[in-house]
């Protein structure tokens, strides 16, 4: 069944929703007074994460191709680390008219909405915030299985690549900040809300120093709510963080019955 989509300018997409944002795009938030929040999660190369998440193989190689091979204690790991506009209500750029007041600058993630970043993610209408009427008439979005818009791909693609791109300059942003605890992943999210000063300072630190030459050295640890994961993933060479600083935050993934 062919997917169309014609947005209703509800401002709904654009409310209540931390928006993920280029290493650059991060930059231009924070120099405008946006706040961000850090999202981290972590999976380790031989044990509980990845593969108890029964992911493919394509789905895998996604996950660690934008994701960053560290030390968690002794043990292998990749850390994932997302930059987002910190949005509760309304995004402060959206006008009263639910216009966009930078539409023309407007973020990456924002330009291929309603489309998924992730390959491994299929768009759902039901998924969405847009009302029913959204999905009724407009140009095709995906046609026969396969997604139409050339240009929207294109989007996507760059998306997909500066997430690859960012990530060794993100982990030193988060080292100039005192961040180097991540949830597992599956398991939650690890958020930090830095103010847009010290943000900004730390990427001037960074724009100085030399990019990361072994990832290695960088170490990380986790954050299991749960103790008897936490307990198998120590026996793993894990470093399991006992608490979570005071700036930061845990959001679980896990279904409450």
Known sequence: MDTRFSCTGCGKCCSDHHVPLTLSEARHWAEDGGQLIVLLEAFLENGPGLHSLNLSHAQQEHARRRSLP??????PAYVSITFAAYNVGPCRN???DNRCGIYAERPLVCRIYPMEIN??????PD???CPTEAWATGSALIAGGHLVDA??????EQSRQADRDD????AQVCAQLGIHTAALKGDGFTTYLPPPAA????????DTMPMLTNNLLTRWDLHVPDEDLARRLAETGAMIAAILADDAMFISLRRVA
Not at 70 to 75: F, I, K, P, Q
Request: glycine fraction near 2%; charge should be positive.
């Open 70 to 75: 560290v030390l968690c204690g002794s043990a």
């Open 119 to 124: 390959p491994h993610i299929p768009l759902r």
């Open 127 to 129: 998924m969405k915030d």
């Open 94 to 96: 959206l006008n009263a």
């Open 151 to 156: 240009p929207l791909a294109a989007l996507i």
């Open 167 to 170: 990530i060794a300059a993100k």
């Open 199 to 206: 943000f900004l300072a730390a990427l001037r630190e960074v």
